[in-house]
């Protein structure tokens, strides 16, 4: 298997920066990306005092081989993810590609089945990363794939598909 397959699903996002909660002062060590966040749904309109607004950012501890399967973002939010600790490898596809294409039904007779009940029987990061994204590379959708070590920070703007899966254990920062 490929650098980091390991399938474990396993991962803290902890969301609770109130002042109860021993964090709060970890919002004063960073500051929003200007360049993603200016047009961001959270910092304009009524979106931003929406009381169904979900928590939008986090700390993030997760052993290696956990991940997210390839996804947008909910509310079409930009994005950014600071490592403080560990490796990830991202892929990322512009939101022009359709989600049929990056959730592909899995060959055989269970990907039949799954796709008879409307899955696509990639589970894992790891699994889309081994089994899908080589196929896709072939297909020039324009995907941009790297390596984040510690003290990168990963930035994106809305509507980017991406999948993320820990080569260490890792501690992250994600707004």
Known sequence: PELGRHDLGLAVFDADFSEGS??????HDWQPLQLLTATDVFSANKAASHPDRPDYHWLLIAPPGSGSIIHQDPWMYSSWNAS???RKRWVLFP???????LHPQRPGILGSLAGFIGLCGYCS??????????TLREANL????????????VAFPAGWWHA?????ATIAVTE
């Open 22 to 27: 021993g964090k709060s002062s970890l919002l």
């Open 84 to 86: 403080l600790v560990g």
């Open 95 to 101: 939101p022009s590609v359709p989600r049929t294409v």
């Open 125 to 134: 990061a790891a699994e889309f990363m081994d089994e899908v994204l080589p």
């Open 142 to 153: 324009g995907h941009v794939e790297l390596l984040q070590e510690p003290g990168d920070v």
């Open 164 to 168: 993320v899966v820990n080569l260490d």
